[in-house]
C-alpha cells in the first residue's frame, strides 16, 4: 500500500511574493489567476477571511515564468481578461 506525503513544509502568501518580486499584488493574482494546484498555488483560509492566494516555492517558480511571459506580451492578459 502506497501512502501520498505532502512533501510542502510552507507556502509564501501573494502579499509577500509580490512584494519580494517588487510587482503589483492585484497583476499579480490576475497572472496567478491561471495557475491550477499542480503548478503550486493553493488558498489558505482562516477564521473570518475569504481567503488568500499562497504559493509553494515551486509554485513561485511557475509565476516568476508566467511573470516573464506576460512581461513580454503583455496584450495576452488583456485578452484573457475580456474573455
Known amino acids: ?43 489558505v ?3 473570518g477571511e475569504d481567503g488568500v492566494q499562497a504559493f509553494t516555492d515551486f509554485g513561485i517558480e511557475n509565476l516568476i515564468e508566467l511573470i516573464r511571459m506576460y512581461k513580454e506580451n503583455p496584450e495576452w492578459l488583456k485578452h484573457w481578461q475580456s474573455e
Open 45 to 47: 483560509y482562516s477564521v
Open 1 to 43: 500500500m502506497t501512502m501520498h506525503v505532502n512533501k510542502v513544509h510552507h507556502v509564501t502568501t501573494i502579499t509577500r511574493v509580490a512584494e519580494d518580486l517588487g510587482e503589483d499584488e492585484d497583476w499579480l493574482s490576475d497572472v496567478a489567476s491561471e495557475m491550477e494546484i499542480e503548478d503550486g498555488v493553493i488558498w
